[in-house]
């Protein structure tokens, strides 16, 4: 299995707390993203990195932010976390562009509730 | 409507059956297609890349068809731990998923 964590695993918290979610890989991959799945929607992106402080947004970003300052380690922030952020959060790691048929490792995820 | 469109089933078959999902794309600029497997609570795991000819990986084959936008996943001989949720997915630019089909395997 590649070689990524998440933390905090599971997370309960309330509405208009800032939340930070990290993901760590030791794949040394350059690609990262963050996912959150939710029931009917599928897995959708929030954000994704090509690097060190390289970031850009996904189709579900509003809310979000990120950051990258070392290869191994992803930060998703919830600056003020709503009820409807309430989701299981997946980070993912690729070597290069998927369009490659690079696989995505994915982590084991990230279950939040904003109650 | 979705980008990309899975029947969520649920598949309840018998051990030993075979079964197949199909799912639609929308997006003619698509490039490349894979299909994921997702065990309950855990992370997708990437079963195959589809290949414009179709490619066949033991008793999963996977099919392409360009023209009518459409992508299928076949299972043959079904074990019980082939019971998961399947994830289609279209990469353009980016990865995007289906929601996933859903097959439970019984004795």
């Known amino acids: 299995d590649a070689g990524i964590t998440q933390s905090p695993r599971h997370k309960v918290t309330e509405t208009g707390t800032p939340v930070t979610l990290r993901c760590h890989q030791t794949?040394?991959?350059?690609?990262m993203y963050w996912y959150r799945q939710d029931p009917g929607h599928g897995l959708r992106l929030i954000h994704y990195s090509y690097g060190v402080k390289d970031t850009d947004k996904g189709e579900v970003s509003d809310g979000y932010s990120v950051s990258r300052s070392k290869t191994e380690d992803f930060l998703l922030t919830l600056e003020s976390a709503t009820s409807s952020q309430t989701s299981v959060y997946f980070c993912?790691?690729?070597?290069?562009?998927?369009?490659?048929?690079?696989?995505?490792?994915f982590g084991p995820g990230t279950r939040l509730t904003v109650l | 409507r979705k980008e990309v469109e899975q029947d969520p089933g649920p598949f309840n078959v018998p051990e030993g059956a075979t079964v197949a999902f199909n799912c639609t794309y929308s997006?003619?600029?698509?490039?490349?297609f894979f299909w994921y497997r997702q065990d309950c609570r855990k992370e997708p795991k990437l079963l195959m890349s589809v290949y414009s000819s179709g490619n066949e990986d033991g008793r999963f084959t996977a099919q392409l068809n360009r023209a009518s936008q459409y992508i299928s996943l076949l299972i043959r001989d079904s074990k019980l731990s082939d019971s998961a949720t399947y994830l289609c997915?279209?990469?353009?630019?980016?990865?995007?998923f289906g929601q996933g089909t859903i097959l439970t395997v019984h004795p």
């Open positions: 993912a790691i690729s070597e290069s562009s998927p369009s490659s048929y690079n696989e995505q490792f």
């Open positions: 794949e040394n991959h350059r690609y």
């Open positions: 997915v279209a990469y353009s630019v980016k990865l995007t």
């Open positions: 997006n003619s600029a698509s490039q490349s």
